[in-house]
């Protein structure tokens, strides 16, 4: 069973910066994609960033192409978003998955395993 913890949430200013962190447990994980996703009460879940098995390939969403980073250490069994010049609109719960093996993907249902979410809020 392959679980997905996330961290590094929390309160930052307007142009601020924080890095979350997906620790993944069970399977293996250089095999698999992973990406980034963030929800806001009473809206769809949102694609932020994906990334391959092997770290070469990402995809980001527009709305955080040039600010955010996605990145994976397969040693670790670890994945990364560093989020730079956060804006109020980025606040949102943020979550990491599991996608597929070959290729990267922005849909959320191709992605297998969920973790629990990390809370991201940006005040201006």
């Known amino acids: 069973q392959v679980q997905l913890v996330e961290s590094g949430g929390g309160l930052v200013q307007a142009g601020g910066s924080l890095r979350l962190s997906c620790a993944a447990s069970g399977g293996t994980f250089s095999t698999n994609s992973m990406g980034w996703f963030r929800q806001v009460p009473g809206k769809e879940r949102e694609f932020v960033a994906a990334?391959?098995?092997?770290?070469?390939?990402?995809r980001y969403a527009d709305s955080v192409k040039g600010r955010f980073t996605i990145s994976r250490d397969n040693a670790k069994n670890t994945v990364y978003l560093q989020m730079n010049s956060l804006k109020p609109e980025d606040t949102a719960v943020y979550y990491c998955a599991r996608g597929p093996r070959f290729g990267i993907s922005s849909n959320s249902p191709v992605y297998d395993y969920w973790g629990q979410g990390t809370q991201v809020t940006v005040s201006s």
């Open positions: 990334i391959s098995g092997s770290g070469l390939t990402t």
